[in-house]
């Protein structure tokens, strides 16, 4: 059974740093990326790493994603952080060949997420 655990999230002020954490079981996976979900809001694409990374434009320059294959985790870096930024940040996993990494339909599973808040 696959499991995707986030973890990392909490409340900071504006121009604080956080760094998610994403712990996968049962499975490894190719493409591990993460997403974020505001209230009111449709779920936005962050980051993503595969054969190569992918970024939103808000997060070129002050998020960055990375993975240790030996413990099938990924994490994404958050600097300089907004109060925009606040939102339940979800990791997703997939194996997918085809399909842009700012998709939806290239991940498999998902975690819950974890909450993210900044203050301004």
């Known amino acids: 059974q696959v499991q995707v655990v986030e973890s990392g999230g909490g409340l900071v002020q504006a121009g604080d740093s956080l760094r998610l954490s994403c712990a996968v079981s049962g499975g490894t996976f190719s493409t591990l990326g993460w997403f974020r979900q505001a209230p009111g809001k449709e779920r936005e694409f962050v980051a993503a790493?595969?054969?190569?990374?992918s970024y939103a434009n808000f997060a070129k320059g002050r998020f960055t994603i990375s993975r240790d294959n030996t413990e099938n985790s990924v994490y994404l870096q958050m600097n300089s952080l907004k109060p925009e930024d606040t939102a339940v940040y979800h990791c997703a996993v997939g194996n997918r060949p085809f399909g842009q990494l700012s998709r939806d339909g290239k991940y498999d599973y998902w975690g819950q997420g974890t909450q993210v808040t900044v203050s301004s």
């Open positions: 790493i595969g054969g190569i990374s």
